[in-house]
């Protein structure tokens, strides 16, 4: 009986043995399982962080392409406009420019003021002329003023005397 006693005693220690192990191994599946858990659920709380910003990013990316869209159109119509006024410049810049010369300032202290319009003999196919300002009384006074600083000996001829307008 001393054998079989011994082998009953070994087939207990090993059952027992077998036990704690399935103890140990239950107690690390189960240290495992909320671990993993514990994890899953960081995780799940991260995603939710990541899929709200990436929503956020979302809207501010359809919101700046809207304001990108806005932004064109603004820019085409700038363009437009800057077309037409750099067409107009070169309509201004291509007319003739009015200059007026102030020949004696001296003078211009009477109450009115005359356009003499005076051309050179060599010039006479420029029917513009130069314009003068001179201050006189009357457009009589004012040629007579023009005929003495530009005379005729010289070559020049007014052509036309008319009230300056101002502006």
Excluded: C
């Amino acid at each position: 009986m001393s054998g079989a006693l011994l082998a009953n005693i070994g087939l207990i220690v090993l059952l027992m043995y077998s036990l704690i192990q399935f103890t140990l191994t239950a107690r690390s599946i189960e240290d495992d399982r909320r671990l993993r858990e514990r994890r899953l659920g960081r995780l799940e709380e991260e995603l939710g962080h990541v899929t709200a910003a990436a929503n956020d990013a979302k809207a501010t990316a359809e919101g700046s392409a809207r304001e990108v869209a806005t932004l064109e159109e603004a820019v085409a119509a700038l363009r437009v406009v800057r077309a037409e006024a750099d067409a107009k410049l070169r309509d201004l810049q291509s007319a003739p420019r009015r200059r007026i010369t102030v020949p004696d300032k001296a003078v211009l202290v009477h109450g009115r003021l005359w356009e003499v319009t005076v051309v050179q003999a060599a010039n006479d196919g420029d029917t513009s002329g130069r314009l003068y300002l001179f201050g006189a009384t009357t457009d009589r006074d004012a040629r007579f003023r023009a005929e003495q600083r530009f005379p005729t000996s010289l070559g020049f001829r007014v052509q036309k005397v008319e009230r300056f307008k101002r502006g």
